[in-house]
């Protein structure tokens, strides 16, 4: 799956940088466009790996490089009067290549919370390939303002996109670390699990193929209806495989390990699907869902990638399910990525729509009262000068 990953803003820039940095020391053969959109200057010369010819600084005639703080609305009206910057920038870097773009942005903030549905928007309409986006939903404890941003930024991509994949700050942070801190590992695992999805369909390496191939196709299949999604991921580390030899019922030994790989292939992917999420959702209410197992060639098995199947059809409202591996002698892991696809029962989403709206209310009567508090003091019959 090749992505032109756009990251926008600050969260948006830096798991982009991360996720080319990881790719970078895996030694890597997949295909990945970056490009970082900012309207803060700082925030685009701390990125490592994106390259400078993809780092593109916008709104400087507004905030002369300094960002929008947390006004999103002034973030979305910047994308806008430069989104022909923005769309030349893509065009340049060249998209006939590419199978979906993907926007990654922090909801919660300005430049990415306002910018990232306008350029939705416009790349829906420019491009005929699907328009993902991942978006950080702040944790409840940034305070009723970030949960406005993200409301509404939220609504707003769900118009343009054609599939927005949720990942929760508030669900993610680590015990015994302050939120600043858990971000440099939410962000590891966020590039993770991209880093699987990126994968599918991709050529794979030293002339090993996969049993059962998912290309891009497939994934595209599988996110297709503007819905919301959740990803769900776990690994395990294989054993070397003793050498040597028994003389003695060599078939059934071989029988055996094969139906325990294709056990633990299936109790793999199944703590994927029920283990943390990106966002907590109701498994049972996804519409559909992707499987990919990626790891050592002689530890995936399709036999226990078809009973993943089987079972996660059993899990999920939808009958689609769709699976394959990737074999890689890159890592001693076996990875299970499960993506569960137009989830409809999401609490925090409902939850962050409830304090938007106490937010947008509070905002509103404090806006009326200060207005009525003001003109009191000037209740006096003094003509204004002008
Ligand atoms: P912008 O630069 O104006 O788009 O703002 P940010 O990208 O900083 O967005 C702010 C929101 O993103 C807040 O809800 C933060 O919790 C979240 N955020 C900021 N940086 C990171 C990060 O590195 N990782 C994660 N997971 N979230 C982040």
Redesign the pocket.
Known sequence: MRFFIIG?????G??LDLFLGREKESGSNITIKPLAV?T?RT?LMGLKYVPKECRLLIGQTVVKGH??GTDNKL?AKIARDEIDTILNAIDKMGTHDIDAFLII??L??????GGSPVLAKYLSETYSEPVYAVG?L??PE?GKL?SLNAARSMISLLKYVDNLIL?D?GAWKFEGMS?RES?AK??EEIVKRLALLARAGEPVEEESIGEMVVDSSEVINTLRGGGISSIGYATTLVEEKKRGFSLFRRKNVDEFAENDKATKIASLVRRAALGRLTIPCNIRSAERALVLVAGPPEHLDRKGLEKAKLWLEEQIAGVEVRAGDYPTRRTKHVAALVVLANVTDVPRVKQLQRLAAEAKEEIESVEKERIEKTLEIFDEDIEPLI
Do not use: C, M, R, W
Not at 8 to 12: E, I, K, L, N, T
Not at 108 to 113: I, L, M, P, Q, V
């Open positions: 926008f803003g600050q969260a948006g830096k798991i900012n803060a925030d960002g929008v973030g942005a922090g919660g903030g300005g430049t990415g919370s950080v702040p944790a940034e970030y990942v700050n939120l971000f939410i962000n």
